[in-house]
Protein backbone atom coordinates (compact mmCIF):
# COMPACT_ATOMS: atom_id res chain seq x y z
CA UNK A 1 0.00 0.00 0.00
CA UNK A 2 1.21 3.66 -0.46
CA UNK A 3 2.14 6.18 1.91
CA UNK A 4 -1.59 7.61 3.28
CA UNK A 5 -0.09 10.19 5.34
CA UNK A 6 -1.19 13.52 4.76
CA UNK A 7 0.70 16.33 4.20
CA UNK A 8 1.26 18.19 7.39
CA UNK A 9 1.48 22.22 7.46
CA UNK A 10 2.24 24.52 10.13
CA UNK A 11 1.92 28.29 10.56
CA UNK A 12 4.71 30.62 12.14
CA UNK A 13 4.70 34.39 14.02
CA UNK A 14 7.22 36.75 13.93
CA UNK A 15 7.36 40.41 14.17
CA UNK A 16 4.03 40.81 12.60
CA UNK A 17 -0.07 42.08 13.35
CA UNK A 18 -1.08 38.46 12.66
CA UNK A 19 -3.39 39.68 9.50
CA UNK A 20 -1.96 37.30 7.21
CA UNK A 21 -2.66 34.64 9.35
CA UNK A 22 -6.48 35.92 9.39
CA UNK A 23 -6.53 35.53 5.57
CA UNK A 24 -6.09 31.87 5.88
CA UNK A 25 -8.94 31.46 8.39
CA UNK A 26 -11.09 34.13 6.90
CA UNK A 27 -11.13 31.45 3.60
CA UNK A 28 -14.05 30.24 5.76
CA UNK A 29 -15.55 26.97 3.67
CA UNK A 30 -11.77 26.54 1.68
CA UNK A 31 -10.39 25.68 4.77
CA UNK A 32 -12.59 23.40 5.66
CA UNK A 33 -11.69 20.86 2.86
CA UNK A 34 -7.91 21.98 3.37
CA UNK A 35 -7.92 20.64 6.46
CA UNK A 36 -9.46 17.49 5.40
CA UNK A 37 -6.72 16.91 2.89
CA UNK A 38 -3.43 18.22 4.80
CA UNK A 39 -2.81 17.68 8.86
CA UNK A 40 -2.86 21.28 10.74
CA UNK A 41 0.70 20.38 13.02
CA UNK A 42 1.04 23.62 14.01
CA UNK A 43 -1.18 26.49 13.99
CA UNK A 44 -1.32 29.04 17.48
CA UNK A 45 -3.40 31.72 16.12
CA UNK A 46 -6.52 28.86 15.01
CA UNK A 47 -5.66 25.90 17.61
CA UNK A 48 -3.71 24.97 20.91
CA UNK A 49 -2.66 21.78 19.54
CA UNK A 50 0.80 21.89 18.56
CA UNK A 51 2.62 19.31 16.84
CA UNK A 52 6.10 18.90 16.45
CA UNK A 53 8.22 18.51 13.31
CA UNK A 54 9.16 17.69 10.46
CA UNK A 55 6.57 19.87 8.63
CA UNK A 56 5.72 19.40 4.91
CA UNK A 57 5.21 22.84 4.13
CA UNK A 58 5.56 26.11 6.62
CA UNK A 59 3.97 29.39 5.98
CA UNK A 60 5.80 32.39 8.13
CA UNK A 61 4.34 35.69 8.85
CA UNK A 62 6.61 38.40 10.24
CA UNK A 63 9.75 39.72 9.97
CA UNK A 64 12.76 38.77 12.08
CA UNK A 65 13.65 41.81 14.86
CA UNK A 66 15.51 40.20 17.49
CA UNK A 67 18.26 37.30 18.08
CA UNK A 68 15.81 35.13 19.34
CA UNK A 69 13.38 35.90 16.05
CA UNK A 70 17.03 34.83 13.61
CA UNK A 71 17.82 31.35 16.12
CA UNK A 72 14.33 30.44 15.60
CA UNK A 73 13.85 30.87 11.87
CA UNK A 74 16.71 28.93 11.22
CA UNK A 75 15.20 26.21 13.44
CA UNK A 76 11.68 26.45 11.29
CA UNK A 77 13.78 25.96 8.03
CA UNK A 78 15.68 22.61 9.21
CA UNK A 79 11.83 21.36 10.03
CA UNK A 80 10.57 22.40 6.95
CA UNK A 81 10.48 20.50 3.20
CA UNK A 82 9.48 24.06 2.19
CA UNK A 83 9.39 27.55 3.59
CA UNK A 84 6.74 30.23 2.00
CA UNK A 85 6.62 33.62 3.62
CA UNK A 86 3.80 35.60 3.47
CA UNK A 87 3.07 39.37 3.30
CA UNK A 88 5.01 42.15 3.78
CA UNK A 89 6.82 41.75 6.96
CA UNK A 90 7.99 38.25 6.16
CA UNK A 91 8.48 39.17 2.43
CA UNK A 92 10.23 42.88 3.07
CA UNK A 93 10.30 43.81 7.19
CA UNK A 94 7.09 45.09 6.96
CA UNK A 95 6.53 48.63 8.24
CA UNK A 96 9.03 48.04 11.32
CA UNK A 97 11.44 48.05 9.15
CA UNK A 98 11.34 51.94 8.94
CA UNK A 99 13.34 51.40 11.83
CA UNK A 100 16.45 50.64 9.41
CA UNK A 101 16.68 53.80 8.31
CA UNK A 102 17.56 55.56 11.54
CA UNK A 103 18.77 54.98 15.05
CA UNK A 104 17.04 52.15 16.69
CA UNK A 105 18.44 53.00 20.02
CA UNK A 106 17.20 56.57 20.00
CA UNK A 107 13.71 55.18 18.84
CA UNK A 108 13.36 52.76 22.01
CA UNK A 109 14.16 55.54 24.06
CA UNK A 110 11.37 57.47 22.63
CA UNK A 111 8.78 54.64 22.85
CA UNK A 112 9.20 52.88 26.14
CA UNK A 113 9.95 53.51 29.68
CA UNK A 114 12.47 51.70 30.27
CA UNK A 115 14.69 50.67 27.27
CA UNK A 116 16.82 48.97 29.37
CA UNK A 117 14.90 45.87 29.19
CA UNK A 118 14.66 45.62 25.36
CA UNK A 119 16.47 43.52 23.06
CA UNK A 120 15.95 43.99 19.92
CA UNK A 121 18.19 44.12 16.24
CA UNK A 122 19.20 47.35 14.65
CA UNK A 123 17.04 46.23 11.54
CA UNK A 124 13.78 43.98 10.90
CA UNK A 125 14.72 42.33 8.08
CA UNK A 126 12.80 39.39 5.80
CA UNK A 127 12.95 36.05 6.70
CA UNK A 128 15.01 35.23 3.24
CA UNK A 129 17.77 37.32 4.90
CA UNK A 130 18.41 34.72 7.10
CA UNK A 131 16.82 31.32 5.65
CA UNK A 132 16.53 30.27 2.23
CA UNK A 133 12.84 30.65 1.38
CA UNK A 134 10.70 28.74 -1.36
CA UNK A 135 8.42 31.32 -2.42
CA UNK A 136 7.17 34.90 -1.26
CA UNK A 137 3.90 35.70 -1.17
CA UNK A 138 3.54 39.50 -1.08
CA UNK A 139 0.69 41.68 0.52
CA UNK A 140 -0.70 43.24 3.21
CA UNK A 141 -2.61 41.44 4.23
CA UNK A 142 -1.83 38.71 1.77
CA UNK A 143 -5.01 37.52 -1.02
CA UNK A 144 -6.42 34.65 0.76
CA UNK A 145 -7.34 33.08 -2.59
CA UNK A 146 -3.12 33.44 -3.11
CA UNK A 147 -2.75 32.15 -0.65
CA UNK A 148 -5.15 28.96 -1.05
CA UNK A 149 -3.36 28.94 -4.98
CA UNK A 150 0.43 28.90 -3.02
CA UNK A 151 -0.84 25.94 -0.41
CA UNK A 152 -2.28 23.91 -2.79
CA UNK A 153 0.90 24.22 -5.28
CA UNK A 154 3.30 23.59 -2.89
CA UNK A 155 1.12 20.19 -1.45
CA UNK A 156 1.04 18.55 -5.12
CA UNK A 157 4.40 19.56 -6.05
CA UNK A 158 4.24 22.67 -9.03
CA UNK A 159 4.67 26.21 -9.30
CA UNK A 160 2.27 28.55 -8.12
CA UNK A 161 0.34 30.15 -10.55
CA UNK A 162 0.58 33.95 -9.08
CA UNK A 163 0.36 36.91 -11.58
CA UNK A 164 3.51 38.98 -11.86
CA UNK A 165 1.78 42.32 -13.24
CA UNK A 166 0.94 45.32 -11.96
CA UNK A 167 -1.93 46.77 -10.16
CA UNK A 168 -2.72 48.57 -13.60
CA UNK A 169 -4.25 45.27 -15.24
CA UNK A 170 -6.88 45.39 -12.37
CA UNK A 171 -7.77 48.49 -12.92
CA UNK A 172 -8.08 47.81 -16.62
CA UNK A 173 -10.26 44.72 -15.85
CA UNK A 174 -12.14 46.33 -13.28
CA UNK A 175 -12.80 49.08 -16.02
CA UNK A 176 -11.55 51.19 -13.47
CA UNK A 177 -10.31 54.73 -15.00
CA UNK A 178 -6.77 55.41 -14.12
CA UNK A 179 -6.63 58.13 -11.23
CA UNK A 180 -3.11 59.05 -12.45
CA UNK A 181 -5.05 60.16 -15.63
CA UNK A 182 -7.65 62.36 -13.08
CA UNK A 183 -4.24 63.50 -11.58
CA UNK A 184 -4.08 61.87 -8.42
CA UNK A 185 -0.46 60.57 -7.57
CA UNK A 186 -0.77 56.69 -7.19
CA UNK A 187 1.53 53.69 -6.77
CA UNK A 188 -0.12 51.30 -8.80
CA UNK A 189 1.76 50.92 -11.95
CA UNK A 190 5.05 49.69 -9.55
CA UNK A 191 2.82 47.69 -6.84
CA UNK A 192 2.41 43.66 -7.72
CA UNK A 193 -1.47 42.73 -8.19
CA UNK A 194 -3.61 40.80 -5.54
CA UNK A 195 -5.75 43.40 -4.18
CA UNK A 196 -8.19 43.42 -6.62
CA UNK A 197 -7.18 47.14 -6.99
CA UNK A 198 -9.54 48.46 -4.28
CA UNK A 199 -8.23 51.96 -3.63
CA UNK A 200 -8.29 53.27 -7.65
CA UNK A 201 -11.65 51.66 -7.71
CA UNK A 202 -12.79 54.24 -4.81
CA UNK A 203 -10.49 56.77 -6.67
CA UNK A 204 -7.83 56.86 -4.39
CA UNK A 205 -3.80 55.89 -5.44
CA UNK A 206 -2.88 53.05 -4.79
CA UNK A 207 -0.28 52.91 -1.62
CA UNK A 208 1.81 49.77 -2.52
CA UNK A 209 0.47 47.11 -0.20
CA UNK A 210 1.37 44.51 -2.36
CA UNK A 211 5.20 45.62 -2.56
CA UNK A 212 6.81 46.38 -5.95
CA UNK A 213 5.82 43.98 -9.05
CA UNK A 214 8.89 42.81 -11.09
CA UNK A 215 11.08 45.21 -12.44
CA UNK A 216 9.57 48.26 -11.61
CA UNK A 217 9.99 51.78 -13.08
CA UNK A 218 9.99 53.65 -10.24
CA UNK A 219 12.17 56.61 -11.62
CA UNK A 220 9.88 57.12 -14.24
CA UNK A 221 6.73 56.66 -12.07
CA UNK A 222 8.44 59.43 -9.86
CA UNK A 223 8.72 61.81 -12.93
CA UNK A 224 5.10 61.24 -13.23
CA UNK A 225 4.26 62.40 -9.84
CA UNK A 226 6.73 65.02 -9.82
CA UNK A 227 4.60 66.22 -13.20
CA UNK A 228 1.29 66.02 -10.83
CA UNK A 229 2.77 68.32 -8.41
CA UNK A 230 4.06 65.85 -5.67
CA UNK A 231 6.99 67.13 -4.13
CA UNK A 232 10.44 65.14 -3.43
CA UNK A 233 9.19 64.26 -0.22
CA UNK A 234 5.47 63.27 -0.72
CA UNK A 235 7.75 61.09 -2.67
CA UNK A 236 10.14 60.34 -0.23
CA UNK A 237 7.16 59.29 2.31
CA UNK A 238 4.99 56.99 -0.33
CA UNK A 239 7.65 54.84 -0.97
CA UNK A 240 8.43 54.06 2.66
CA UNK A 241 5.25 52.40 4.29
CA UNK A 242 4.59 48.90 3.86
CA UNK A 243 7.64 47.65 2.12
CA UNK A 244 9.91 50.28 2.67
CA UNK A 245 12.85 48.42 2.78
CA UNK A 246 12.22 46.39 -0.60
CA UNK A 247 14.78 47.18 -3.22
CA UNK A 248 13.27 48.88 -5.92
CA UNK A 249 11.31 51.07 -3.00
CA UNK A 250 13.68 51.67 -0.92
CA UNK A 251 15.91 53.09 -3.17
CA UNK A 252 13.64 54.93 -5.12
CA UNK A 253 12.72 57.07 -1.67
CA UNK A 254 16.89 56.89 -0.93
CA UNK A 255 16.65 59.31 -4.26
CA UNK A 256 14.12 61.72 -3.18
CA UNK A 257 16.04 62.47 0.23
CA UNK A 258 16.34 61.24 4.00
Same mark, same amino acid.
Given at each position: @??????? #????????????CQLS??????? &?????????????????? @? @????PYDL?? =??????????? #??????? #???? +?????????????????????? =???? *??? =?????????? &?????????? *??????????? *? !?? *????? =?????????????????????????????? @??????????????????????????????????????????????????????????????? !???????RKES?? +???
Open positions: @MGDLRRP #RLAVWKFASCDGLLDCEDE &LLALAGAIEIANFPEASS @M @MGGGSL =VEGSITTAHDA #RRIRQIR #RQSR +HLVTIGACATAGGIQALRNFAD =VKEW *VAA =VYASPLYIRT &LATSTPVSAH *VPVDYELQGCP *V !NK *VQLLE =VISAFLIGRKPAIAAHSVCVECKRRGTVCV @MVQGTPCLGPVTHAGCGAICPSFRRGCYGCYGPMETPNTAALAREWQALGASPREIHRAFRTF !NAAAEPFEV +HGD
